[in-house]
């Protein structure tokens, strides 16, 4: 196990020395972007564990542009890479990096169940950002080295949050809230939504996707989405070197 997450690490970070400014998605690589820290702390009083990233602009600022088609539709993210298995996340087991990420896309709406924008519509509002599980794997076919795992679609093995669109990928919409405040963005996570996991490690990395899909896809030439641009590394190399910290409840805290 250790030596495949080596492996996609690799794939990773080849992916990171390969974008350049020439790269898909290069306009949108700014200052809302460029990484500077990261944190996952587990906060006792709602027993939720909070994901954030700070960012040198404004976080959440930037959005893509639309296309008005499925098949190369732009997607940014901020994602969180994680030692965290798939199970522990409601997919049946499967190797790969476990991410978190917050997303933006305004091509298509994968949370169904949500209705972000409140205008009593559900199928309009992908580009408010919005939190997804993910299962990472390596990918040639993408210069960012790495897509959304794909499987079989109708693969009876294969087991999926109820909060998943439904694509043929280990990917959930879960329904988590994201906020957006200044530098910061952050999205806060239940406990029991990860099996109470706590003790797990993580790095931060701003990247820009692409989604394809539908009639006329040639999987053969690209994933269903992909990472195609990655902006910024926070350990530099994806050691996931960061741990989950703890923020004490009211009643524990030293005054």
Known sequence: MKTKFLTLTAYFFAGLTASF?????????????????????????????????????QAGRTTPKPVGSMHGAPVLAYVFPTTLKSNDIGFSATEGIVAMALT?????????????NIDGKYDNDGII??????????????????????????????????????????????????????????????????????NFKFDAVSCYMEMSH?????ASKKPILGVYNIYGVLSGNLSLPYAVTQKLAESQQVH
């Open 214 to 218: 539908g009639e006329n896809h040639d």
């Open 129 to 198: 950002w919005h939190a997804h599980w993910v299962v990472l794997t390596k990918d040639e076919r993408v210069p960012g080295g790495l897509s959304v795992k794909e499987f079989k679609d109708g693969d009876k093995s294969v087991t999926l949050p109820k909060t998943a669109p439904g694509m043929p990928i280990f990917f959930d919409s879960p329904g988590f809230n994201v906020i957006k405040s200044g530098k910061e963005i952050r999205v806060l996570v239940p406990s029991f939504r990860m099996k109470n996991q706590r």
């Open 21 to 57: 400014s020439q790269a898909p998605g290069a306009s949108y690589n700014t200052s809302d972007f460029k990484l500077q820290a990261a944190k996952v702390y587990y906060e006792m009083k709602y027993d939720a564990l909070v994901f954030e990233i700070s960012v040198e602009g």
């Open 104 to 116: 933006s896309h305004p091509d298509m709406d994968d949370t169904p169940l949500w209705d972000e």
